[in-house]
Every structure is written in C-alpha cells, then in structure tokens.
C-alpha cells in the first residue's frame, strides 16, 4: 500500500530564517506531487506541483520554492522566511496518466514564523 | 475558469441530525467531483468522488452525495450525525481543463455536532 510521510510535524522559525520541509511517498512510482498551504480558518492553497522529476509548476509567486530531486521526494523551500508564511503545510500525491484525480494527503506540518 | 462554492464557513447540528454540506461547482466541461474530511491537525482524507457513473456517491461513515448537473451542486448529506463527524469538510473539482494534475478545493464548511 502508498503511504506518505512529511517532517517536521512542527516548527517555528524566526523571521529571515530558511525553511525546508520534506515530504516522500512509498508504494507508488511516478506519482504527481503537491504542495499546499492551509491558513488558519482558510481553505487550501495550491502552492506547486509537479508531474516529473525536475518538473515542478508554481501557482502562486512567493518566496517560496519546490524541488524534486527524486521520483518520491518533494521538498519545499525558502531562503529567507516571513511572518505571512505561517500555516499548515500539505503534501500530496496522486496517481499519474489517471484522470480521476483522487489525492492522498500527508499528516502535515505546522509552520509558525515568529 | 474552474471554482467551487461551498456554503456556509460553519454548519452546526446535533446529534442524531441530518448533516447536509452544500456545494456549487462550475465547470465547463463534466467535472471530477470530491469530498474530503479534515480532522484538526491531520491531512485530508477522501469521503467520496463522483467521475461520471452513477450520480448518487456513497463513502465512508455513512456520508453521500448527489451530482446534480441541472444545479451544478454536489451537496453533502448523512442522515444521522454522530459526535465523531466533527471535522472541516472540502468541496473539490478536477476536469479536462485544468489537466488532470491539478484540483480545486472549496473554502471549507467546518461542522460542530452538538451533544
């Protein structure tokens, strides 16, 4: 079966700081990655995703960034962290050449800028 | 362009209640249509989806929904709401348009079930 993992759970960062979130997926092969933020009391924003290794599609401009480095890896990024980009950040996974479109999600990670 | 409607930030019942979730969609094209549950620090989980068979889609913990093309509503419903159902609720689409890769969630209806 596919599971999917992020870390850190939790973390506060001071403003300036820089950021890297992890998220990975077993069980599957190729599969379509996603990035999404979570604001307190908001629905979900799309932040990146990605179809490929090195294909990665920005939805939003921002200081953040996406990488793939691997087929089941997907890492988001910041150089320099701001008090706006606290939230709940989300991983996902769906199975490529599919239209159904069906996501599976991880359990998260709480960001704080302070 | 895709979107999706969802009515109400917060739907409170008690329990024993119909829950009933409401949502709009709008789609040029026939749409992929989801519900997700979010439980308070977790990811979403899947409820249901509806890809153009039957318009009548059952999921998990008793919850189902019907496609009604002439309204554009995917409307949410459980007959009997148990405290358990307490979560945040997602309304999504995906379609031809936005390429398969990509879904578009709704604002979220977060439901209370009062005792």
């Known amino acids: 079966s596919q599971t999917i993992h992020q870390w850190p759970a939790t973390l506060v960062q001071p403003v300036g700081s820089p950021l890297s979130l992890e998220c990975t997926v077993e069980?599957?092969?190729?599969?379509?990655l996603y990035w999404y933020r979570q604001a307190a009391g908001r629905g979900l924003q799309l932040l990146f995703y990605?179809?490929?290794?090195?294909?990665i599609s920005s939805e939003v401009p921002q200081n953040l960034s996406a990488s793939r480095p691997q087929d089941r890896q997907f890492i988001l990024s910041s150089k320099k962290l701001l008090l706006s980009d606290s939230g709940f950040y989300l991983c996902?996974?769906?199975?490529?050449?599919?239209?159904?479109?069906?996501?599976?999600f991880g359990p998260g990670t709480r960001l704080t800028v302070l | 362009a895709q979107s999706v409607t969802q009515l109400g930030s917060h739907v409170s019942v008690s329990e024993g209640a119909l829950v009933l979730l409401r949502c709009n969609y709008s789609?040029?094209?026939?749409?992929?249509l989801f519900w997700y549950v979010q439980y308070p620090n977790q990811g979403l989980q899947l409820l249901l989806k509806?890809?153009?068979?039957?318009?009548l889609v059952k999921g998990i913990n008793g919850f189902e929904a019907e496609f009604k093309k002439s309204e554009t509503s995917f409307h949410l419903t459980k007959p009997s709401a148990h405290m358990s159902d307490a979560a945040e609720y997602f309304c999504?689409?995906?379609?031809?348009?936005?390429?398969?890769?990509?879904?578009?969630f709704g604002a979220g209806t977060r439901l209370f079930v009062k005792a």
């Open positions: 996902a996974w769906s199975q490529s050449g599919t239209s159904t479109d069906t996501q599976y």
């Open positions: 069980g599957t092969s190729n599969p379509n």
């Open positions: 990605s179809v490929g290794i090195g294909q």
């Open positions: 789609s040029s094209v026939p749409p992929y």
């Open positions: 509806y890809t153009s068979a039957a318009t």
């Open positions: 999504a689409v995906s379609d031809q348009q936005t390429g398969g890769f990509k879904t578009i």
